[in-house]
């Protein structure tokens, strides 16, 4: 059982990662910097999602110091094409329609930063979606918000509930943060 000892430093805004850290019962407060996501070409997806979430932490390299600084970084793959946030709902349209009827693999890098520590991992989860008509992703961009969210989805979503097929991996993996991995790396620090 991981026993809290270090205050805890989750550098996301993101709603999905703030919900599955509370239900991992941590203590934890939101901290935020803007940081570039840009990346060198020609890395794998694994590697670009560890590298990310690493150039994150970097950016928490003064409170991590004193804290534990959580960063993740989650991107969806498809055909080796990183499938990012949408720009807008054109965007977000053009991807899931690519998504509709095929399969993928969603990504989530992660680093854990403490004094001169830095632990980083990956997960990878495979997607299956079932064929998506015009009018559903029509409705699901103009209804829910596609455009924080890589590959223009949120599993947790409507979408999730009616396209996703079956996924071979971790579900929280898919929603931004693999919670039984990050268990396992914080209980070993």
Same mark, same amino acid.
């Given at each position: 059982m991981?026993?809290q000892?270090?205050?805890?430093?989750?550098?996301? %805004?993101s =709603?999905?990662?703030?919900?599955?850290?509370t239900?991992?019962?941590?203590?934890?407060?939101?901290?935020?910097?803007?940081?570039?996501?840009?990346?060198?070409? %020609?890395?794998? =997806?694994?590697?670009?999602?560890?590298?990310?979430?690493?150039?994150?932490?970097?950016a928490?390299? /003064?409170e991590?110091?004193?804290?534990m600084?959580?960063?993740?970084?989650?991107?969806v793959?498809y055909?080796?094409? !990183?499938?990012g946030?949408?720009?807008?709902?054109?965007h977000?349209? /053009?991807?899931l329609?690519?998504?509709?009827g095929t399969?993928?693999?969603?990504?989530?890098?992660?680093? !854990?930063?403490?004094?001169?520590i830095l632990?980083?991992?990956?997960?990878?989860t495979?997607v299956?979606?079932s =064929?998506?008509?015009?009018a559903?992703?029509?409705?699901y961009?103009?209804?829910y918000?596609?455009?924080d %969210?890589?590959?223009?989805?949120?599993?947790?979503d409507?979408i999730?509930?009616?396209a996703?097929?079956k996924?071979?991996?971790?579900y929280?993996?898919v929603?931004?943060?693999p919670t039984?991995?990050?268990?396992?790396?914080?209980?070993?620090f």
């Amino acid at each position: 059982m991981y026993k809290q000892r270090i205050p805890i430093i989750l550098a996301s %805004k993101s =709603p999905r990662r703030q919900e599955l850290m509370t239900s991992m019962n941590l203590d934890f407060k939101v901290l935020l910097k803007e940081v570039d996501e840009s990346y060198p070409e %020609k890395l794998l =997806p694994a590697e670009i999602a560890v590298y990310i979430a690493e150039k994150k932490a970097e950016a928490f390299s /003064e409170e991590s110091a004193e804290s534990m600084v959580i960063t993740a970084d989650t991107i969806v793959a498809y055909n080796n094409e !990183i499938l990012g946030k949408p720009e807008d709902a054109t965007h977000a349209i /053009e991807m899931l329609n690519k998504l509709s009827g095929t399969n993928h693999q969603v990504y989530t890098g992660v680093s !854990i930063a403490h004094k001169d520590i830095l632990h980083s991992f990956y997960d990878v989860t495979e997607v299956f979606f079932s =064929p998506l008509t015009e009018a559903q992703i029509a409705y699901y961009v103009t209804n829910y918000n596609p455009f924080d %969210k890589a590959g223009a989805y949120g599993i947790q979503d409507w979408i999730g509930a009616v396209a996703v097929k079956k996924i071979i991996g971790s579900y929280t993996n898919v929603m931004g943060l693999p919670t039984e991995k990050l268990y396992t790396a914080l209980s070993g620090f």
